[in-house]
């Protein structure tokens, strides 16, 4: 069986807008919770950085995470594909 990969790329785009539209609610609504929260994740210190939540930011990023899913979940696909053809 073959992904199509367009209709994987629309899916995984739509999942992680949710995501990220999600975690910058959590980041304007509380946001030193949240870094505290990463930064457990992560394992490390974010206390000390700034949060910086503007419209202009929320887009940029909006944009840079949605092409760069994009392309990840696009390159996920054809990589599949490739396998089940062996």
């Known amino acids: ?6 209709a994987l790329v629309r899916a995984t785009v739509l999942v992680m807008v949710l995501g990220y ?15 505290a929260f990463f930064g457990l994740a992560l394992h490390t210190d974010l206390s000390m950085l700034p949060v910086a939540l503007s419209a202009r930011s929320f887009v940029a990023g909006l944009l840079f995470w949605s092409g760069l899913t994009a392309i990840a979940a696009w390159l ?11």
């Open 21 to 35: 539209v999600l975690c910058a609610a959590f980041v304007a609504m509380a946001p030193r919770a949240t870094m």
């Open 76 to 86: 996920t696909a054809w990589l599949y594909n490739r396998a089940v053809q062996s």
């Open 1 to 6: 069986m073959k992904l199509d990969p367009k």
